[in-house]
């Protein structure tokens, strides 16, 4: 049987704070910034999440990841132009 639905909410264990996917961004050829990861949340619509007496934004690695992605393969291909 095929799943019927996506499930709408991420694993809590894919939840990283901006900082620290930044952080592990800045490992690849195509590192970017907190401010850049906020742009992509805010235009794309990504769901975060406030925890903490701090209120520290978390939001899906693996989302972000498909975007950093998408993001690098269109850079890439204007490079080509």
Do not use: F
């Not at 996506?6 to 264990?13: D, F």
């Not at 490992?27 to 907190?34: I, L, M, R, W």
């Amino acid at each position: 049987m095929a799943i019927e639905y996506a499930v709408p909410h991420t694993a809590a264990s894919d939840m990283m704070t901006l900082k620290e996917i930044a952080s592990l961004l800045q490992e690849t050829d195509h590192g970017k910034s907190v401010t850049t990861l906020k742009t992509w949340i805010k235009d794309r619509q990504i769901h975060t999440e406030r925890r903490g007496r701090r209120k520290v934004t978390y939001v899906s690695y693996s989302r972000i990841l498909e975007v950093h992605r998408d993001v690098v393969v269109a850079e890439l291909a204007a490079e080509g132009d």
